[in-house]
């Protein structure tokens, strides 16, 4: 059974930063993803790592602000945010998938299986 623990979450001002920690346990998986979910909107993928290729998809509201990185020895999945915007606040969720509908369904929700219990990011004018 898959496990996603997200941690790292808070309250900043804008052009902050904030580094969010995803603890992975469980299957071999292809694509680690984070997305998020602001009040009254639909969750939407922010970034995604195909493990395999270390390929990464960002989406195009956080591209060049957010990295998302792997660290295979400790099981943990990074986001680190930089230029953080009110608009950027919302609950973090960290998700996975162990199939190539990761793939096919790039920072979509179909394409992933596991999710975290999210964090709050909360960023003020």
């Known amino acids: 059974q898959v496990q996603l623990v997200e941690s790292g979450g808070g309250s900043v001002q804008a052009g902050g930063s904030l580094r969010l920690s995803c603890s992975v346990s469980?299957?071999?998986?292809?694509?680690m993803g984070w997305f998020r979910q602001a009040p009254g909107k639909q969750r939407e993928g922010v970034a995604s790592?195909?493990?395999?290729?270390?390929?990464?998809y960002y989406a195009p509201s956080v591209k060049g602000r957010f990295t998302i990185a792997r660290d295979d020895a400790l099981n943990t999945v990074y986001l680190q945010m930089n230029s953080l915007q009110p608009d950027d606040t919302a609950i973090y969720y960290c998700?996975?998938?162990?199939?190539?509908?990761?793939?096919?369904?790039?920072?979509?929700?179909?394409?992933?299986?596991?999710w975290g219990q999210g964090t709050q990011v909360t960023v003020s004018s």
């Open positions: 998700a996975a998938s162990a199939s190539s509908s990761c793939l096919t369904d790039v920072l979509r929700e179909r394409g992933y299986h596991y």
């Open positions: 469980g299957y071999p998986l292809n694509c």
């Open positions: 790592i195909y493990t395999r290729a270390e390929s990464t």
